[in-house]
C-alpha cells in the first residue's frame, strides 16, 4: 500500500482515497483494516472509501476515522438506508444504481451524493448534476489512464473491448464485469449457475484477484472490475486529458 501510496503522490497533487475494506463493526476487531486507518494517519490521507461488504460503516468506525482527521465515503444502495448512514457520520453518499438518483439525492439533502454507476460515458457527470449529485464516482476512465498502474495489457484491452466482449458475474450485493479470461469466464458460468454469491466471492480470490486482474493482467488467476459501457473507451489518455473531456461534455 505504502508504494502505490507513493505512485499517486508522485503523479498527482490532487485529494485522494484509500478503500478501508471491513465487514467488522468494530474496528478493534480487524486489524488489517485498523493498520490502514494508522497508514493513512502517519501518511496524512484524509479520505476514506469504506468498503463494509453491504453494510453501513458503524459508528465506531466512523468515529475513528473522523479522530483521524479522515473523512468517510461509503457505497450506499438502496434509498431506505440513507438515514442509517447519515445517523453514523457518513460524510459522502455513493448511489451505484442506474436509476432513482433524484430520489436518492432527495432523501439525502444536505449529505454530499456522487453517482457512483461506474461509466466511460463522458457525458455522465451532465446527468449526475442535472439529477442534484455533487459529482460522479468514475473508475474505469482512470483505470485505462496513462499514470493509473494497470497492467499495460489490461490497458490496452480496455481501449480495444466492447461491450459484447465483457462476461459478468455476481460478487457480494453486485454484478462484476471483466475482461474474458480463465477466472472470469469460470465466475459468469457460476453465476449462470445459480451458485450464491458468496461462494462466488470466495472463488475470486476477493481483492487479490482484482489485483492479479488489474495490476498483474493475469486473467487466469484474476479479473477486472470495469464499466459495461466499455465502447466508450478508444484512446489512452493522461488524467488531465479525460477530466477536461468530461469537463467539456457540460457545455
Not at 439525502?108 to 442535472?130: E, F, I, R, S, Y
Request: aromatic share 6%.
Amino acid at each position: 500500500m505504502n508504494e502505490q501510496i507513493d505512485y499517486v503522490l508522485a503523479h498527482t497533487f490532487r485529494p485522494f482515497a484509500i478503500e478501508i475494506p471491513s465487514s467488522a463493526s468494530i474496528p478493534e476487531q480487524d486489524h488489517t483494516a485498523m493498520e490502514l486507518v494508522e497508514l493513512m494517519r502517519k501518511r496524512r490521507l484524509t479520505i476514506a472509501l469504506f468498503e463494509g461488504f453491504g453494510q453501513i460503516a458503524s459508528k465506531e468506525w466512523v468515529q475513528l476515522l473522523h479522530h483521524n482527521g479522515i473523512k468517510v465515503m461509503q457505497v450506499v444502495s438502496q434509498t431506505d438506508r440513507v438515514k442509517q448512514a447519515q445517523k453514523n457520520g457518513i460524510d459522502i453518499l455513493i448511489y451505484p444504481q442506474k436509476e432513482g438518483l433524484p430520489e436518492f439525492v432527495h432523501e439525502a439533502q444536505a449529505t454530499p451524493v456522487l453517482a457512483g454507476c461506474d461509466t466511460a460515458n463522458p457525458k455522465a457527470l451532465t446527468h449526475a448534476l442535472a439529477c442534484g449529485a455533487q459529482g460522479v464516482f468514475l473508475k474505469t476512465v482512470f483505470a485505462a489512464s496513462e499514470e493509473a498502474p494497470t497492467a499495460t495489457s489490461i490497458k490496452n484491452a480496455l481501449i480495444k473491448a466492447k461491450n459484447s466482449d465483457l462476461v459478468s458475474f455476481k460478487l457480494n450485493n453486485r454484478t462484476i464485469f471483466s475482461l474474458p479470461g480463465k477466472l472470469p469466464n469460470h465466475l459468469a458460468k457460476m453465476t449462470a449457475a445459480g451458485i450464491d454469491a458468496t461462494q462466488i466471492t470466495a472463488a475470486s480470490h476477493g481483492y487479490q484477484g482484482l489485483i492479479n486482474g488489474m495490476l498483474k493482467g493475469d486473467l487466469n488467476l484474476g479479473y477486472t472490475d470495469i464499466a459495461e459501457d466499455i465502447d466508450f473507451i478508444t484512446v489512452n489518455q493522461s488524467v488531465k486529458e479525460i477530466v477536461n473531456q468530461i469537463n467539456n461534455s457540460q457545455k
